[in-house]
């Protein structure tokens, strides 16, 4: 699909109506329960959220910079309002929400300015790890503070973590059996219908469901109405808090706080924002790429607005997105419409969202708590490396201990001091002689230098096939150098070729930059810019994963590495068959563009074999990706890859998968229908391009190979062929060459 027929914002977008108009209603029905949850996280009162989300929707069509992404209040900073109340209002969360908005409005005329100085790139200067602990200590928050309502004891909010953790054990002393009976099955609920692998109740709006069950649950109960969302009487008239701009600009004692508080926001609202948007973007269908700093003004006009009219911060939304996106969203509008849906159902439901049980939106809310910071994230972490675990570890007990902003400076202090300690010369060196203390610490400080030193050291220009071709060499590549690489490859033109060299120069390559090059990566591949990286040979991995840190040290690479089991079963095969086998972790390199192939991050293939084989060029290999919308589970196949050897063999491109997979990964694509040979394919559907040749006479002769192996997933793009099998375990010996069979029946058959 052409850049230009993807769907636009603006009036342009008004054409896919049909599409964002279900979207709205479906998004709305999950973003009703889960605004009021966000609301009463914060200490807010729960009509607020809701007001968020709606201003946000009648705001993001018109200046949004994203395309798919549904904007709201956020869980992630719940924790960051409610300590803000709780610090102007003096522990009074009354007295403090009006002072809270001054904050939030003047947070929201700060990310203006900060989108008109295109401050959106800064946030490549933190490090990965610290921003993703920073979103797992906010899980841990959202879960304490919400089991106690879940067991019915409603007491005053601690003022800091560590006294709700240790508040705890008095939660126990105060259990209602009706509200923790209803928290417990509405807990349970959300948790099965968000793991459940049958079909049909995925589709389930979990937050929907929780919050019916809850509403008939507190009817069994007859729960007394504290034990209910309150909501307003009149939410025109009473139910709207304004900001008390009178209030701050008089007491001066109060600039401090406030200072902290617009500091915090801007920060966590920019990071979460930010990595929000980055994540949609990857499973967009129609692989389209947000502006950053365009959704920075967007969102300090919403935060402006929210304010006055007394909503909370408003920020991307990664689950109301994902919903949006599984509902066939396919531009801003579908926020739009979500906002309508919302207030009919403000001004309509009142009364049964009234009969919401608290407990119910805390079993909304644990799991999103949940979802923050679950043992995958943690194990995560691990895998990439023991200096990513450390500074993951430490930033979230700092955070715990402080508050989100101290423990974010504290987690950047272990960044840097990690990065310090790998490259400080060993003692050993200076014990023996060979350094002196004053080398060593001129030493140490020439590589901590580098640190922030840029990145670049040449740029050469040329021209090949008529293409301006970059070639840049580098040094040191981490989180405190990106900015002036990222702003060299964001200039580059659109239509050109890009290869960086990673040089001898360079000492390090931390888990940031290993990041920041697997993204860059990615967008050269959507947009068709040839890009190559060379010299990662001559860099220790850390760890087996491909986005460990890396340092350096010839040494080390020079040690052989042993094959897995895996990797000598699959290079068996490879030269029994005459095939080239290449075994270490690559990047993908999408040349024939195949859809599958877009679908997901962290998309690496290994133990590679190619060559000839039946006729064809072909390419065998171990495929891993992760996909929406679990980010934490790696999903592993055995792909092959076909090309017609023979060059007047061409081929229609076309979809053959079973059932309705990657059916909403299929945009722009048509479905085949001719009854005749659609009844003889069992279970198979078959999706072709509308401005290609007629597929049919392939699928014919395809009928015998496709009515033998049935729940295969076959896709043809630029006259090549990707075949795998979505629910088999190829990982045997047996399997891998029932993909070779495969390959060479479908080769015959073609």
Known sequence: MQAGDKPQNGLAGLRHWRYDLGAGLQVALVSLPLSLGIAVASGAPPVTGVISAIIAGLIFPFLGGAYVTISGPAAGLAPALLAGMLMLGAGDLAAGYPLLLVAICITGFVQIILSLVNAGRFAIFLPVTVVEAMLAAIGIMIIVKQIPPLLGDLAPLSKDMLSAILKLPESLIRIEAPVMITGVICLFLMFYLNTTRIDWLRRVPAALAVAIVGIILGYVFNLEPRFLIKMPDDILHGGITLPDFDSVWKRTELWGSVAIIVITLTLIDGIESLATIAAVDKIDPFQRKSHANTTLRAMGVSNMLSSIVGGLTIIPGGVKSRANIDAGGRTLWANFYNAVFLIVFLFLAKDLISRIPLAAIGAILVYVGWRLCEYRVFKKTYAIGRDQIIIFLITIAAILATDLLFGIMIGIAAEISILVYLLSPSFRAVLTGRLTFSQAFALLLRNLLDLFRSPIIKLKEEEHGGLPHYQITLGSVVCFNL????KLLQTLPERCAVTLVTSESGHIIDHTGMEYLHEFQEECLREGRAFRLVGMENYYQFTPHSLSARMHDAKLVKQK??????????????????????????????????????????????????????????????????????????HHHTLIILRPQAENVQLPDLVITSGNYLERYLVGLEEMDTPELLAQLRHYRVYRSPEGPDPQAIVQRLLPFLQANSGLYIEIQDN?????????????????QKLFALGAEFCAGS
């Open 720 to 736: 090549a062929v990707l075949i795998f099998h979505p629910g088999q375990d190829l990982e045997t010996e047996q399997g891998v």
């Open 483 to 486: 900015l002036s690489l990222d």
């Open 561 to 634: 590495a042993t094959l897995s089991a895996r990797s000598r079963m699959m290079e068996e095969i490879a030269t029994h068959r005459e095939l080239s086998f290449s075994a270490p972790v690559s990047g993908v390199l999408n040349r024939h563009d195949f859809i599958y192939l877009r679908r997901g991050d962290m998309r690496q293939e290994s133990n590679v074999m190619t060559g000839e084989h039946s006729g064809c060029h072909i390419k065998l290999f171990d495929y891993s990706h992760t996909a929406a919308p679990d980010y934490y589970t790696e």
